[in-house]
């Protein structure tokens, strides 16, 4: 079957970094995506992989090996806007999106 | 409108009877997406449509209905509602579902309570 595995629930302090790994076995790869989804909001696109290594976006950074089946999310410099749930998706063999459960950021002060 | 919209917002629904939950998007997306979102669960696949005319069957399609008569609206329809329903639903649209970088974008949800 597929799967994806991310942490539930993870805290962190404001201004520091927090690192959130994600760990799939898919049938198939074309591509994992991160989401940042606020409580009571939708989804909304932070990053893509596709090839292995490091891709930086401001603040966000997401990190990508296919062969070992694993990426993590990279936020440094946290802010209180940043406490939400992130997810992990992979884009199977078929092109669909497999989600994992989220992993909830606690931001503290 | 700019992006996807998504009708009602709310619902509360007796067991039993029929809902059509309304998706609509203006950026003339090819594909579209209905996802359900419970708790502790991913976001789970309901139905798929990858162009208008046609649709495809997700991970948890039993129970729900789709058509795809334009490249605009995407309806999800439950027949004949049950509490295990109840859930926050999602639409989806992204320009292609047969690409590699395959963007989705939201709705901002509808959350159903099926009593």
């Known amino acids: 079957g597929q799967n994806i595995d991310q942490p539930t629930e993870m805290t962190a302090t404001e201004g520091a970094i927090v690192q959130i790994n994600c760990t799939y076995q898919?049938?198939?790869?074309?591509?994992l995506f991160w989401y940042q989804q606020h409580a009571g909001e939708a989804p909304t696109f932070l990053s893509y992989?596709?090839l292995d290594g490091l891709e930086e976006k401001g603040r966000f950074s997401s990190f990508l090996s296919r062969s070992k089946g694993y990426s993590y999310l990279l936020l440094k410099e946290l802010q209180m806007k940043d406490s939400a749930s992130y997810l992990c998706?992979?884009?199977?063999?078929?092109?669909?999106?497999?989600w994992g459960a989220g992993t909830k950021l606690i931001i503290k002060p | 409108i700019a992006g996807i919209t998504q009708a009602p917002t709310s619902q509360i629904l007796a067991a039993g009877r029929r809902m059509t939950l309304r998706c609509t998007q203006d950026?003339?997306?090819?594909?579209m997406y209905w996802y359900r979102q419970d708790l502790g669960l991913g976001l789970r696949l309901i139905h798929y449509?990858?162009?208008?005319?046609?649709?495809g069957k997700g991970e948890v399609p039993d129970g729900y209905s789709v058509s795809r008569a334009n490249t605009d609206d995407f309806p999800l329809t439950l027949a004949s509602a049950v509490p295990s329903q109840t859930s926050v639903y999602f639409c989806?649209?992204?320009?292609?579902?047969?690409?590699?970088?395959?963007?989705?974008?939201f709705g901002p949800g509808t959350r159903l309570t099926v009593l």
């Open positions: 989806a649209s992204s320009d292609s579902s047969q690409s590699s970088y395959n963007e989705q974008f």
């Open positions: 449509s990858n162009t208008a005319g046609t649709t």
């Open positions: 950026m003339r997306h090819n594909a």
């Open positions: 998706a992979v884009l199977d063999s078929n092109y669909q999106l497999i």
């Open positions: 898919t049938s198939g790869f074309n591509g």
């Open positions: 992989n596709v």
